[in-house]
């Protein structure tokens, strides 16, 4: 079965600065894709970034990448410049692919991130 | 445009009560849809998946039930509420491979 570890229950950043988000995971699987979500106080799950297993270059977005170390097994979320309104969890998460084809996430149990002025 | 829709957005049950959830989305057709609960302070449990109208597939047994009446309408139900039941719910929707959107989410309390 896969599984998703992120070990980082809480981390602190001063606005501005970049921080990296840990998440690492394990599949017997050649094909697989890891995702980010950010889920604020009102509990929204905010699609962040996606990462293919075959995909050759790092997924950006924005002020987010995605720091993809396939041989370590590890997806980390960095974000660049924090602001403020990045405080909240966020969650990594891999999708699993069954027999029949149908596909489903597998979570992470998140890192809460505080931004400081 | 593509959305999803969740109502109510917060409950307060008593043990033993009904419930009904639900969930809408707008601008698909025949999207695969997933139920997830989310107990307080941890990540993320798939509860159920449908893949079409009246298909349901649950991940664990459990208190709850889910029906697919309409092609995007997707609920979830329990015929008595437990205490275990209490958790913030959410519908999701893949939109594709590397889509998955989710809805607003229905906080439920259990008293």
């Known amino acids: ?117 | 445009s593509q959305t999803i829709h969740q109502w109510p957005a917060t409950l307060v049950q008593p043990v033993g009560s009904p419930l009904s959830l639900e969930c809408t989305v707008e601008g698909t057709s025949n999207p695969n849809l997933y139920w997830y609960r989310q107990a307080a302070g941890r990540g993320l449990q798939l509860l159920f998946y449908s893949v079409g109208i009246g298909q349901i597939s649950s991940e664990v047994p459990q208190n709850l039930s889910a029906s697919r009446p309409q092609d995007r309408q997707f609920i979830l139900s329990s015929k008595k509420l437990l205490l275990s039941d209490s958790g913030f719910y959410l519908c999701a929707w893949r939109v594709s491979y590397n889509e998955q959107f989710f809805g607003p989410g229905t906080r439920l309390t259990v008293l």
Request: neutral net charge; aromatic residues 12%.
């Open chain 1, 1 to 117: 079965a896969q599984k998703i570890t992120q070990t980082q229950p809480g981390m602190f950043v001063q606005e501005k600065e970049a921080v990296t988000l840990d998440c690492t995971y394990d599949t017997s699987d050649q094909s697989y894709g890891l995702f980010w979500y950010k889920q604020p106080s009102s509990g929204e799950m905010i699609f962040l970034i996606y990462q293919g297993s075959y995909d050759e270059q790092n997924a950006t977005e924005g002020r987010y990448s995605l720091n993809f170390q396939k041989a370590r097994k590890s997806a980390n979320l960095v974000i660049s410049a924090s602001q403020l309104g990045d405080s909240a969890m966020y969650f990594c998460a891999m999708r699993e692919r069954r027999n029949t084809g149908f596909q489903k996430l597998v979570f992470g149990t998140g890192t809460r991130l505080l931004v400081s002025p």
